[in-house]
């Protein structure tokens, strides 16, 4: 089973952020029957009445949001008035309406729309005769647009300016304001705010299995989405439930906890991204680091087992480069018996900060010394070892003088393992490479991919041959994808009856006959 660690480190709380639309959303007005806090009514007289009857009805005069005299109330006092209020969320201002509205009065009163700051944007004066108005009943001819507004709300207004009182009308009325539909456009200035994250991938250090962050946000306006993105590639997102009938659509704050497979990213560090979009589609982001290890470290280099004056052996390698993943910080050896596939001797482990070489290993029989390694994560794999032979009876001590000493025959060199690569073909985003080598070779085969032919291994894989054979799948990130020419490190680990084996090749695009963009045949050329 795959493993993965994964850390998390808050690298700011402060939003970086990217503007849509200039922070400007459009609302529909009295469109829905359903109820919007932003619209307030308020009457100082009985003899008024606000009403509200949304969506408006065809050809009726009161109707939508709608201020009048009161019906069978002979007058009212004068200042009595009766109002319906827009206001945009906290913060944010009105930019422009458009209206389909119906206003008039008698003499003695006053329709009026104006901004919160005082501003009349329309009244009905009486020019000559008895009566004004504006606009037109449901249905008809009632359009009027108020551009170049900043203001932090519009009231609808029905008021008596007479000097002592204003005469109610007994069927119809003397004086009302209707507004029956339009658009406001409101302008959020602010970004959203986002939380600190929170959940397993808030711990600093390493982890395995299954982890979750979460992650919230607030908007003045509401927050219309929650994502969560590595390297582009969206890992989880929740939308929230959005309304652009009401002045603040989306819901003020939303929250969300996401968990992720770590199998969608390449192995190494990345930046993790919250971001967070208002109702004007304005985003705001807060990154922390993300690091992610699956695999264990390749096999150490250079293994060598060198005699000590005590009896013990000291041992001594070169560790793979780790590059981003998480640091090697322990090291595990066996002996086992010197034939192939017989057994090991229970498995030692020496911890230590890039540990490279033991001293004082005790060895008590003819064998072959295992090493392998464990990285900070916690990632090990046996497979991924070196060996190296050793024989207490070739020991030599120069402090004891030796007037008869064996005469030791060479054995001759240990055979090749004939390593090839027959092809490498890719499908998608995975490359497969196959080839042949010597029958009862069984010591790892392990692939590192670069993109240059001095550049650092960016893709691994690794298997065992069997009878002769061995196939070896590699994930290709997009930059390996892209690549015309992929240079390839196939190396035999080495086993007592065979050794270790290096070879490198370049691996060259050729379209396949199909012309297909996700598979391709690559040519293998030596001299690399």
């Not at 670069?450 to 990130?477: D, E, Y």
């Amino acid at each position: 089973m795959k493993s993965f660690a994964i850390g998390l480190m808050v690298a700011a709380l402060a939003a970086c952020a990217t503007v849509a639309h200039a922070g400007v959303y459009d609302v529909r007005l009295c469109a829905s029957g359903a109820a919007d806090p932003a619209w307030v009514s308020q009457s100082t007289a009985s003899s008024l009445s606000a009403t509200r009857q949304c969506q408006a009805q065809a050809n009726a005069q009161i109707s939508g949001f709608a201020v009048r005299d009161r019906s069978g109330v002979p007058t009212t006092a004068a200042g009595g008035e009766a109002t319906w209020s827009l206001r945009p969320p906290a913060g944010a201002t009105i930019r422009a309406l458009s209206l389909q509205r119906f206003l008039g009065n008698r003499s003695g009163w006053e329709a009026a729309i104006v901004t919160a700051e005082g501003t009349a944007l329309e009244t009905c004066p009486i020019v000559s005769g008895f009566v004004c108005s504006r606009g037109a009943a449901a249905g008809g001819a009632n359009s009027v647009t108020f551009g170049s507004l900043a203001t932090s709300g519009i009231t609808f207004r029905l008021k008596c300016v007479a000097g002592s009182s204003c005469i109610n009308g007994s069927d119809d009325p003397r004086g009302w304001v209707a507004v029956y539909g339009g658009t406001a456009r409101v302008e959020d200035p602010a970004l959203p705010v986002i939380g600190a994250f929170s959940g397993t991938f808030g711990d600093a250090g390493w982890h395995k299995g299954s982890d979750t962050v979460g992650v919230s946000a607030t908007d003045a306006s509401g927050v219309k989405q929650l994502r969560i993105v590595v390297r582009g590639i969206e890992l989880g997102r929740k939308d929230g439930a959005c309304d652009y009938t009401r002045m603040q659509p989306c819901p003020s704050a939303l929250d969300g906890t996401f968990s992720f497979d770590t199998s969608r990213v390449v192995d190494g560090t990345h930046e993790l991204q919250a971001i967070a979009a208002d109702a004007s589609d304005q985003t705001a982001v807060v990154t922390g680091t993300l690091r992610v290890d699956r695999n264990a470290p390749l096999a150490p280099k250079d293994l060598s087992v060198t005699a000590a004056d005590d009896g013990s052996y000291d041992v001594k390698w070169v560790n793979p480069d780790q590059g981003t993943a998480s640091p090697i910080v322990a090291a595990r050896y066996a002996i086992c018996d010197p034939a192939p596939g017989l057994t090991c001797q229970p498995a030692q482990r020496v911890a230590g900060p890039g540990i490279a070489k033991l001293s004082g290993v005790t060895v008590t029989g003819k064998g072959t010394f295992r090493l392998w390694l464990e990285d900070e994560a916690g990632n090990v794999d046996p497979g991924n070892s070196s060996v190296a032979p050793v024989d207490p009876g070739l020991r030599t001590n120069p402090r004891v003088l030796d007037t008869n000493p064996p005469i030791l025959l060479p054995s001759g060199p240990t055979p090749a393992s004939k390593l090839k690569i027959g092809k490498a073909r890719r499908s998608g985003s995975t490359l497969t490479l196959s080839g042949t080598i010597a029958r009862g070779a069984s010591a790892r085969i392990s692939a590192q991919l670069a993109r240059s032919k001095s550049g650092k291994a960016i893709a691994s894989g690794r298997t065992s041959p069997r009878t002769g054979k061995w196939t070896i799948k590699v994930k290709l990130s997009s930059t390996l994808r892209r690549a015309g020419a992929i240079y390839l490190t196939l190396t035999f680990a080495g086993q007592d009856n065979f050794r270790k084996t290096t070879i490198k090749r370049k691996l060259s695009r050729r379209s396949t006959s199909g012309g297909s963009s996700t598979a391709n045949e690559f040519s293998v050329e030596t001299g690399r």
